[in-house]
């Protein structure tokens, strides 16, 4: 543990001379590396554990990052139209392609936004299709109710399908099925993990 110089013990303001001891005493006495654990460049989230201190129990717990949202977890975030322009009907609005660390992952969710609420005719529709594999993503589509501006509040939600897991490479196609009157914007979160 540091020493160091406290002003509150002290009872006065801190020389210069006590408080740069202050800072080489914490910097002398940190600890970068816990004892006895040696240090690895992968992580294998099935079945390596992630130790710590529980200080509510007083006890040292650990847990498989499978259970850490954060660990297997990732989101992509496609922009398929500007805030000022209207999306049109068609498939292949726009496409991305599969990076490597999504490599195997299943879609878990996805959700579109817009920037400016439809107000009548369709409710706002899109679909999620594998161009490389040629199937639907979504086994029930993504909507965007009238004056809604985002997918997670509709009243009917997307179903993801038996079709979610990606590959390095593979193209994403985004179909918008229908388009409510006077929507402006579209963009797209899909969230991928590991089952």
């Known amino acids: 543990m540091a020493d160091l110089t406290l002003r509150e013990t002290k009872g006065s303001p ?5 408080m740069d001891g202050n800072l080489t005493n914490l910097n002398t006495d ?3 590396i816990i004892p006895n654990l040696t240090t690895d460049t992968s992580l294998n989230i099935a079945l390596d554990k992630i130790s710590f201190y529980d200080n509510d129990t007083s006890t040292t717990r650990s847990i498989l990052p499978t259970n850490v949202t954060p660990f297997v977890e990732r989101t992509l975030i496609i922009k398929c139209v500007s805030d000022t322009i209207g999306p049109s009907v068609g498939n292949g609005i726009t496409h991305v392609t599969i990076p490597s660390p999504l490599n195997s992952r299943k879609l878990q969710n996805a959700e ?3 920037y400016t609420v439809g107000t009548g005719g369709s409710i706002t529709t899109v679909q999620l299709h594998n161009l490389t594999d040629a199937v639907d993503m979504l086994s029930t589509a993504i909507t965007i109710d009238l004056n809604e501006k985002d997918s997670s509040t509709a009243a009917t939600p997307h179903v993801i399908g038996a079709n979610n897991t990606v590959t390095t490479g593979d193209v994403i196609r985004i179909d918008v099925d229908a388009v409510a009157t006077n929507t402006l ?3 797209i979160r899909m969230v991928f993990g590991t089952s």
């Open 14 to 18: 801190l020389t210069f001379v006590e």
């Open 30 to 32: 940190k600890q970068e």
């Open 112 to 114: 579109a936004h817009v």
């Open 185 to 187: 914007g579209l963009e």
